[in-house]
């Protein structure tokens, strides 16, 4: 008989096939006391399986997909740093030493410990960590149980259908891995669209259903089930009626695909003859390869912060130059470089000090303006790349005219010193802000008046002015782009943009969605910078509308003060642009 389950659609796609059911953080550790003899020998056990599970996510990190946004990046930098902390590694040696016990016990004491201590603090930020604290020691517990493959060796053999695979959660690493061993799908009973893991299936193009509670229980393995990552469904045991529709279903999306891949070389044009700028968010500088083979028309977030994370030093001012040089080149349209946005979840070792709530603190803009010998070295190797590309730059996380006055100061000092040694810089160079505050949004029309453009970025503008941590479980159905807060915002930056005669454009994951192009296209947007994966998707819709029509009902719909009804008119709005 077939069972229906719904569950969130974290990730477009439809696929099939056999279910193989993962245990994730839930492990069966065994516990035993230890000879003396034998101490020494399982102390270095535990230390090689800690250099093993380390050398795994070092590997994971190297093969990120490029666009994959940065917080994927920053969460497995994290779990690295982890697995270097005494208060793991060390603690967990001298536990199988003192208490003479085997070192999967050891390391589940003390990572019970830890998430206890994590558990009992106030700040919401940090008690998150403890999540972070359960996937590095779970990373762990299967090195020493030899299931440090997630679906066996033998599970997937080049004769089988690639599985579905069924978890109660799963980590972006583990989702790395297993993309690699070439999965179907992935079902987790736990997580939310907004997750790192769910962001990180979408960049990889891997069918996603979380948040199905149960599942596990549900399903056996080798059983066939069906996955709608765009529905949210989930289909086990299908009759042949339904494998059918769904395998029909399949041949209609790689044809949409193909219908894509024909716009590349297309302008981006709406069907009332208005210009939209198709832009690119990249980390790497390859990555800009990819979003020319999409046809993107440059780059609209170059993120610099990786330059400067998992190493001792920082970057020198030539080797920085040398990165945004080669950036430049493989780029033929303008390339935003976006000024260091270290902080947060983001740590580049400057400090061992744990601030109380990193996602408010001293992080991006602020950390510059604090570390001005660091924040010169950029700028200057910066404004030396501008002598060779059309480049703009954006500085991040700009709440205060002050802010932005300051760091134009320093850039003109920056530039001064250029011009005295005789080198080149673009004397003309635009800077910009990004506006991922509610305080810059509110603020916009004076910012305006020392910036040249404004990027908006909807991923914190959003979670800071609804006051929610956008990848927490508990609280992310509150992460809501159509709020009417958010929306009066974003309309706010964009009228104060074209008021002030700069431009404006949006790099968060709400440009990356096709069911919001409409909506931002109403609201006056004209240049969206997004994953490559998405150019081609929302360079479609654009091509469907009318713009000068959608401007007319945006206003119309923003203008209603019936919640529901509002509601109801965006929904509309946003459902016209499926598939």
């Not at 009626?241 to 219908?259: E, G, K, N, T, V």
């Not at 920056?414 to 603020?443: C, F, N, S, T």
């Not at 819709?541 to 009902?553: E, F, S, T």
Request: aromatic share 4%.
């Amino acid at each position: 008989m077939s069972l229906w389950l719904s569950a969130i659609g974290a990730s477009r796609g439809v696929a099939i096939g056999p279910v193989h059911r993962m245990h994730g953080t839930d492990l069966d550790i065994p516990e035993y006391h230890l000879d003396d003899p034998a101490i020494e020998t399982e102390i270095a056990r535990f230390q090689q399986a800690a250099h093993e599970a380390r050398a795994q996510l070092a590997a994971v990190r190297e093969q990120i997909p490029s666009n994959a946004p940065a917080e994927i990046g920053a969460f497995i930098e994290t779990h690295l740093l982890m697995m270097d902390d005494t208060a793991l590694i060390d603690t967990v040696t001298a536990r199988i030493r003192e208490d003479r016990i085997n070192a999967e016990w050891a390391l589940k004491l003390q990572s019970e410990e830890l998430i206890d201590v994590f558990e009992q603090m106030n700040d919401g930020y940090l008690r998150t960590r403890r999540d972070d604290i359960a996937h590095v020691t779970a990373r762990l517990q299967r090195v020493l149980l030899n299931q440090e493959h997630p679906i066996g060796t033998g599970t997937a053999d080049q004769n089988s259908d690639p599985p579905v695979i069924v978890a109660d959660e799963l980590t972006p690493a583990d989702i790395i891995l297993l993309h690699q061993q070439g999965i179907a799908a992935i079902v987790t009973e736990h997580g939310g669209p907004l997750s790192h893991s769910a962001i990180l299936a979408r960049s990889l193009r891997l069918p996603a259903l979380m948040g199905a509670t149960g599942v596990r229980r549900l399903l056996v393995d080798e059983e066939i089930v069906v996955i709608d990552g765009e529905a949210g469904h989930l289909l086990a045991a299908p009759d042949a009626a339904a494998l059918d529709f769904y395998h029909h279903r399949q041949q209609r999306d790689a044809r949409y695909q193909r219908m894509l891949a024909v716009l590349r070389d297309e302008p981006a044009v709406s069907a009332d003859g208005v210009h939209i700028a198709m832009l690119a968010n990249v980390e790497l500088p390859d990555d800009s390869i990819e979003a020319g083979r999409v046809g993107a028309e440059g780059v609209g977030l170059y993120r610099t912060e990786f330059l400067f994370m998992n190493r001792k030093d920082t970057p020198s001012e030539e080797e920085q130059l040398a990165v945004y040089r080669q950036v430049l080149a493989s780029t033929d349209g303008p390339v935003t470089i976006r000024t260091l946005d270290a902080g947060a979840d983001k740590s580049i070792g400057l400090s061992d000090k744990v601030a109380p709530n990193p996602a408010l603190g001293l992080r991006a803009i602020r950390l510059c303006l604090k570390e001005t010998g660091l924040f010169r070295s950029q700028l200057r190797a910066l404004l030396r790349a501008s002598a060779e590309g059309r480049m703009r730059i954006m500085l991040p996380m700009i709440s205060t005219v002050g802010e932005m006055r300051q760091a134009r100061h320093l850039i003109n000092e920056a530039a001064a010193e250029l011009a005295a040694e005789g080198l080149a810089y673009d004397r003309d160079l635009p800077i910009g802000a990004m506006i991922e505050v509610p305080a810059a949004a509110l603020a916009a029309p004076t910012l305006a008046r020392y910036c040249d453009f404004f990027s908006l970025g909807t991923n914190d503008l959003i979670q800071y002015t609804l006051a929610i941590d956008r990848i927490d479980d508990e609280i992310n159905y509150l992460y809501d782009p159509l709020h009417p807060a958010v929306l009066t915002l974003i309309r706010m930056t964009i009228d104060a943009g074209q008021a002030a005669g700069i431009s404006v454009s949006m790099c968060g994951e709400m440009a990356s969605d096709k069911r919001y192009t409409a909506l931002l296209l109403g609201l006056g947007l004209t240049e969206f910078s997004m994953h490559p994966a998405s150019v081609l998707e929302v360079k479609r819709a654009v091509m469907g509308a009318d713009v000068a029509r959608l401007r007319r009902r945006v206003a119309e719909i923003l203008s209603l003060t019936d919640a529901a009804t509002y509601r109801e008119a965006l929904d509309g709005l946003t459902r016209e642009q499926q598939i």
